[in-house]
Nanobody, 119 residues
Framework: QVQLAESGGRWVQPGDSLRLSCAAS????????MAWFRQAPGKEREFVAR????????NYGKSVVGRVTVSRDRDRNMLYLDIWKAQPDDTAVYYC????????????WGQGTQVTVAS
C-alpha cells in the first residue's frame, strides 16, 4: 500500500518562499500523476497543482498560478511544491495525493503539512 508523507510546512512572512516535500513509500507506487491540494480553516479543500509522473506536465490552480512550481523526482519518489512570494491567503494545510490513472481521483492522502503566512 502506498503511503505519502508531506513535510516542509512552517511559519513564513509575506513575500518569503518555501518548499514543501512529499515522500512516497510502500509497494505498488506507480502513479499516473500527483497533486497538491490545500485546506484553509473553514474552507473546502482546494486544488493547487498537479503533475504527470512520467512526462512532468504540470497544471496549476487559478489562485496560485505564477507563484508556485510543482516538480517531482522519479528516482527518489518525491514530489515538491515551491511557493514563491507567499501570501497570507496561502495559509493552509497542504496535502499531496496520487492517482493511478488519468481519470481516477487523487487519493492516498498524507497527514498534511501546515503553512502559515503572517507578519
Amino acid at each position: 500500500q502506498v503511503q505519502l508523507a508531506e513535510s516542509g510546512g512552517r511559519w513564513v512572512q509575506p513575500g518569503d518562499s518555501l518548499r514543501l516535500s512529499c515522500a512516497a513509500s510502500g509497494r505498488g507506487f506507480h502513479p499516473s500523476g500527483m497533486a497538491w491540494f490545500r485546506q484553509a480553516p473553514g474552507k473546502e479543500r482546494e486544488f493547487v497543482a498537479r503533475i504527470t509522473w512520467i512526462d512532468g506536465v504540470s497544471n496549476y490552480g487559478k489562485s496560485v498560478v505564477g507563484r508556485v512550481t510543482v516538480s517531482r523526482d522519479r528516482d527518489r519518489n518525491m514530489l515538491y511544491l515551491d511557493i514563491w512570494k507567499a501570501q497570507p491567503d496561502d495559509t493552509a494545510v497542504y496535502y499531496c495525493g496520487q492517482r493511478t490513472t488519468v481519470t481516477s481521483p487523487f487519493g492516498s492522502w498524507g497527514q498534511g503539512t501546515q503553512v502559515t503566512v503572517a507578519s
